[in-house]
Nanobody, 120 residues
Framework: QVHLVESGGGTVQAGGSLRLSCAASGRTFSRYIMGWFRQAPGKEREFVVG????????YYADSVKGRFTSSRDNAKNTVYLQMNSLKPEDTALYYC?????????????WGQGTQVTVSS
């Protein structure tokens, strides 16, 4: 069992930056592939990035490539999402998730989400 808690969301102007964190409980965090997803109002949940157990491999959605960077610190049981050059279309509820299978899923555990709002 893995319990995930996101933080770091907020409101920022277009072009600004935010750093999201996802803290995980449990001693097996390093065994999981971690992912970030987002869901905007009226839209389906969207994959943002997946990061391998050791952080060496990352897989980004085309919509965020070059702007977002994910990393993890297994000693702190935390995964991060650095978001730069934010756009209004990045506004969404951002979730982290853990997969015991692959970056493409399925994802077994989910956090409650943190809201990111980008104003124009």
């Amino acid at each position: 069992q893995v319990h995930l808690v996101e933080s770091g969301g907020g409101t920022v102007q277009a072009g600004g930056s935010l750093r999201l964190s996802c803290a995980a409980s449990g001693r097996t965090f390093s065994r999981y592939i971690m992912g970030w997803f987002r869901q905007a109002p009226g839209k389906e949940r969207e994959f943002v990035v997946g990061i391998s157990w050791n952080g060496e491999n990352t897989y980004y959605a085309d919509s965020v490539k070059g702007r977002f960077t994910s990393s993890r610190d297994n000693a702190k049981n935390t995964v991060y999402l650095q978001m730069n050059s934010l756009k209004p279309e990045d506004t969404a509820l951002y979730y982290c998730a853990a997969s015991g299978t692959s970056a493409m899923g399925p994802y077994d555990y989910w956090g409650q989400g943190t809201q990111v709002t980008v104003s124009s």
